[in-house]
T-cell receptor, first 115, second 115 residues
């Protein structure tokens, strides 16, 4: 079974609009962490935002926020006021257990921002 | 530079040859990870080192793949008798251990092409 599912292979959004990238996950471990990374066409992996399973509030980092719905096992990334530079692949990833552990990645969503 | 450094950035080799990929983690990061990313896909976990603990090799796809790490510094990923399906970008990441929410910081990867 897929541990991380990103159902949107591609998304097209107008500049300045908000966009939500979907991510659902599957784990039986009560302690886990969810990460979002951005991968521009240049290839580097850029960390965006983190949500811990015990965190009471949704994570926010600048224009990025994470809509964490624990009961539904979803961790959607919301980008407000999208910019042309947001065009990239976006990956959702999960770490099971505490501390430093491997990440399991989804297949990614390619986001294109249109001017 | 304080980031994760990988070399070479590109490697082209003939099927059947051995290759060695190098990763220099961020200083002070005790955890080091190798991932593989095939074209248009998400990242697949290969192996994980954490301090002096035995490495987690659960992601290595075959016994042609091996990796070593010297203390808390450089790691090398070796692929023996390369096959065309080994063509991918190999990404190394490092992180602080024992701190919840610490992201993995990625290098720029080695693009491996098997002819």
């Amino acid at each position: 079974a897929q541990k991380i599912t990103q159902t949107q292979p591609g998304m097209f959004v107008q500049e300045k609009e908000a966009v939500t990238l979907d991510c659902t996950y599957d784990t039986s471990d009560p302690s886990y962490g969810l990460f979002w990374y951005k991968q521009p066409s240049s290839g580097e992996m850029i960390f965006l935002i983190y949500q811990g399973s015990y965190d009471q509030q949704n994570a926010t980092e600048g224009r990025y926020s994470l809509n964490f719905q624990k009961a539904r096992k979803s961790a959607n990334l919301v980008i407000s006021a999208s910019q042309l530079g947001d065009s990239a692949m976006y990956f959702c990833a999960m770490r099971e257990g505490g501390g430093a552990q491997k990440l399991v990645f989804g297949q990614g969503t390619r986001l294109t921002i249109n001017p | 530079g304080a980031g994760v450094s990988q070399s070479p950035s590109n490697k082209v080799t003939e099927k059947g040859k051995d290759v060695e990929l190098r990763c220099d983690p961020i200083s002070g990061h005790t955890a080091l990870y190798w991932y593989r990313q095939r074209l248009g896909q998400g990242l697949e976990f290969l192996i994980y080192f954490q301090g002096n603990s035995a490495p987690d090799k659960s992601g290595l796809p075959s016994d042609r793949f091996s990796a070593e790490r010297t203390g808390e510094s450089v790691s090398t990923l070796t692929i023996q008798r390369t096959q065309q399906e080994d063509s991918a970008v190999y990404l190394c990441a490092s992180s602080l251990a024992g701190v919840a929410g610490q992201p993995q910081h990625f290098g720029d990867g080695t693009r491996l092409s098997i002819l």
